[in-house]
């Protein structure tokens, strides 16, 4: 992952709260996606390519359970 050069206008260093999220249930029906590291029992989803991300999510206590933020994909 890149962290972001700074911090947008009225952005939090907290993060961001997405709300909408695509669910997933079988991790091949990805053609691009990478994971992180664990974080806790988290692994973030990102771009396989760039590094970029996060684009979701991933609780390691669900195996069938891949969250992917709306807000951070292209899609039509």
């Not at 260093?13 to 806790?40: A, S």
């Not at 195996?63 to 992917?68: A, D, G, L, P, T």
């Amino acid at each position: 992952m890149r962290k972001k050069p700074a911090l947008a206008e009225g952005s939090s260093p907290e993060g961001d709260l997405l709300q909408e999220h695509w669910l997933v249930e079988d991790m091949f029906i990805f053609e691009n996606v990478g994971f992180t590291k664990d974080v806790g029992n988290i692994k973030f989803l990102v771009c396989a390519d760039c590094e970029i991300g996060p684009i979701g999510w991933h609780c390691l206590d669900d195996k069938n359970s891949f969250y992917v933020a709306l807000e951070r994909v292209s899609h039509e």
